[in-house]
């Protein structure tokens, strides 16, 4: 079974400081797998998306994330923090491997505070 | 494209109502899924249709939960006799037939609050 583990429930950087988000997972088969963003009261937004191909990822804002097989990682990084990027961002593995069905299993989430 | 659309944002009823909340999928897009999200949780599955077809639900969708996709098009789910642990948002991502099929896209959520 895929699950997903996300260390730190609550990451707090200065606004232009390096952001590291950690997502370790779990799957039988080569995983697709995901990071989402959440602001409060809103739906998940996409951010980037590892489906096999480059192993470094590039997403939506600046963020990007490296697939690490050997560690079964999938960080999420981005350079230099905005205050916009205050929000909660979530990790997420889906197998679908010969199936039709690529549900989601989710990590708990981070929320990530920007200090001005 | 439009993105995925849910109605209502927001629900409140009082213990023992029925509820019924709707998703309307990215056009072209057959697979639709419903989730769950409780206060300080990440999503949790529900429910996915193929088209018309429902082929796969969680044991968290219990006998008062259905949810259905009659025409392939918008789905909706209904809870009946609701209680105060259903209150939760119920997300709804959609995804298309082929090319990115492993990719969903959410709707805004349906917040759902039980008294």
């Given amino acids: 079974a895929q699950s997903v583990t996300q260390l730190g429930s609550h990451v707090s950087v200065s606004e232009g400081a390096l952001v590291l988000l950690r997502c370790n997972y779990s799957s039988s088969v080569p995983p697709y797998l995901f990071w989402y ?42 350079p230099s923090a905005h205050m916009s990027d205050a929000a909660e961002y979530f990790c997420a593995v889906s197998e679908g491997s010969g199936g039709s069905n690529y549900k989601l299993t989710f990590g708990k989430g981070t929320l990530l505070t920007v200090n001005p | 494209d439009t993105g995925v659309s849910q109605d209502p944002r ?46 796969e639900k969680s044991r968290l969708l219990s006998d ?3 949810a259905e996709r009659p025409k392939g098009s918008f789905s909706t789910l209904e809870i009946q006799r609701t209680e105060q642990g259903d209150s939760a948002m119920y997300l709804c991502a959609s ?5 990115g099929a492993h990719t969903q896209y959410f709707g805004p959520g349906t917040r759902l609050t039980v008294l």
């Fill in chain 2, 95 to 99: 995804s298309p037939p082929v090319k």
């Fill in chain 2, 64 to 66: 008062r939960f259905s």
């Fill in chain 2, 10 to 55: 927001h629900k409140i009823t009082k213990r023992g109502q029925n509820v019924t909340f709707r998703c309307d999928p990215i056009s072209e897009h057959n697979r639709l899924y419903w989730y769950r999200q409780t206060l300080g949780q990440g999503p949790e599955f529900l429910t996915y249709f193929q088209n018309e077809a429902q082929l």
């Fill in chain 1, 37 to 78: 963003v959440q602001y409060p009261n809103q739906g998940l937004q996409l951010l980037l998306k590892y489906t096999s191909a480059a192993t470094l990822v590039k997403g939506i804002n600046g963020f990007e994330a490296e697939f690490k097989k050997s560690e079964t990682s999938f960080h999420l990084t981005k």
